[in-house]
């Protein structure tokens, strides 16, 4: 079967089972709930859908803390229901992406309590082990202020197991060929259920080496050709998309020259300068991250995102680059998460403005590569920061004006509703946005439309024309002679431009794919335009004769 790159011009929605939408009225999401909102997640125009970890599991980290890679978690359903959801999503023309969690599993999972119990079980070689405690414990922590150190001490198997994430999580031996071919065991029966690929987590850690004797691990990148060789094998269409925050010029290590590894990529380097443009609106370290991470083979992609599930990792960013932006999203301590992230949701970080709510979406949509949305951003959700690290950010849906904004009928939720102040569900939910022509939601719904009507982003290759000021970023996409222009002004004031196409054909019309303000050039070839305060513009470059024969711009 040949993959035919579906992938290229996505758009992919992210949502947590447990907080969407619970049918049964346990207070706890479900797959049955998660059906009935197949058709507003259609009706929104996404195309695939990512969902995070619904696997048996204590829930010790929302999930990730696997205990059965084959079922799923009774407070979700049953494997029936999974299947049953997988078939509704084809019928409706979605994918499905599933978190593969490989690097660890639950200190739960009958692996780890056979290794622990047994030296002679073959599941003992299938975590990483030590007798005494090795000297740098307390480096490579991943959840600085929480976590102390990446080996345990474990009582019954009289030896230190390592774990790079938290002490209930031991890490897997991925070098160990079972585990690599259980791990191909693995995403085989969820493609036979009907899933489209997989966001692997922690992917640099998966093909780490491990072991107490390991000064500098070594990254073992032929194994994700292994995993894609097998995807492709069994599914073609099926994808891998890697979290993996790593250095730009390291990225191609993961897609591979010929992009014979992972398929697709969170460009985490492109996200932090983002918001480092959004709170200094200076896009000038924007544009050096998106040409450092701009080479990819021709079937690799980026996946762009503005907020995930996690903290905003401000990792990468230079240390004043990185208080700008604390200080502009974050600046108080508990808006902060180990010592580098922020952990608000976006709406919240950006006041509420729907200006910049709408300037920041627009980017992200027009960024190199596949757009990536969170549930509930959609309609500019808050956060509770009354809640322990990251659940914060991953509150229940909000979907009406109902008790417990429609999410359950039960008066325990597995997480609170927001229900105070302006992000409360009395004022932020999904039923009067969609009864509002002007809502974000619609709003949304409108961009997402464009964006898939625009697969000259996805596919085509990029460039930069000068707009005279650092303040307004201006992009062109060339791709199968086609080419679309995107204006983004990053400040609150308003700013004029004049600049040239990068055609040798110097007159083109700027046709708006947004509204009716197209742009003619002048005589010598240039374009003049007005932004107003976080102002953008989405225009197809044509000819001046454009207009005159299309009715329906």
Known sequence: MINDLWYKNAVIYCLSVATYMDANGDGCGDFQGLMRRLDYLQGLGVTAIWLMPFQPSPCKDDG?????????????????????????????????????VVNHTSNEH??????????????????????????????????PGVQKSTWTYDEVAKAYYFHRFYDFQPDLNTSNPEVQAEILKIMGFW?????????????????????????????????????????????GEAIILAEANVLPGTDMKYFGSAGERVQMMFNFEVNQHLFYALATSDSRP?????????????????????????????????????????????????????????????????????????????????????????????????????????????????????????????????????????????????????????????????????????????????????????????????????????VHNLSGQPREIRFSLQFEEKQCMLANLLSDDHSQPDRGGKHSMLLEPYGYRWFRVCGLDYLLKRSDI
């Not at 049953?78 to 999503?89: A, I, R, S, W």
């Not at 493609?191 to 500098?216: E, Y």
């Not at 974050?330 to 608000?344: A, V």
């Open 64 to 100: 990730y803390d696997v205990a059965d890679y084959y079922g799923v978690n009774p407070r979700y359903g049953t494997l029936g229901d999974f299947v049953e959801f997988t078939h509704g999503c084809k019928q409706r023309g979605l994918r499905v992406l599933i978190d593969l």
């Open 110 to 143: 009958p692996w780890f309590q056979a290794a622990r119990r047994d030296p002679q079980s073959k599941y003992r070689d299938w975590y990483v082990w030590s007798k005494k405690k090795p000297k740098n414990a307390a480096s490579g922590v991943v959840f």
């Open 191 to 235: 493609l036979q259920l009907g899933v489209s690929g997989f966001r692997m987590d922690a992917v640099p850690f998966v093909i780490s080496q491990k072991g107490a004797k390991v000064a500098k691990p070594e990254e073992h990148y032929d194994m994700l050709r292994t995993f894609s060789q097998f995807l492709t094998w069994r599914e």
């Open 286 to 486: 924007l544009v050096k991250a998106m040409r450092s991470t701009k080479s990819r083979p021709a079937t690799a992609q980026w996946g762009q995102f503005l907020r995930n599930h996690d903290e905003l990792d401000l990792g990468r960013l230079e240390v004043e680059q990185r208080e700008a932006v604390f200080s502009k999203f974050g600046p108080d301590p508990d808006m902060q998460l180990y010592q580098r992230g922020i952990r608000r949701r976006l709406a919240p970080m950006l006041q509420g403005d729907r200006r910049r709510l709408e300037l920041a979406y627009s980017l992200m949509m027009t960024l190199p590569g596949t757009p990536v949305i969170r549930y509930g951003d959609e309609i500019g959700m808050g956060d509770d920061l009354a809640l322990r690290e990251r659940n914060c950010a991953r509150t229940p849906m909000q979907w009406s004006t109902e008790p417990q904004a429609g999410f359950t009928k039960s008066d325990h939720p597995v997480l609170r509703v927001i229900s105070d102040g302006p992000y409360g569900f009395q004022h932020v939910n999904v039923a009067d946005q969609r009864r509002d022509p002007n809502s974000l939601l619609n709003w949304m719904e409108r961009i997402v439309r464009m964006r898939k009507e625009v697969p000259e982003i996805g596919w085509g290759d990029f460039s930069f024309v000068s707009a005279g000021t650092p303040e307004v970023l201006v992009m062109q996409y060339s791709w199968r002679n086609n080419s679309v222009l995107c």
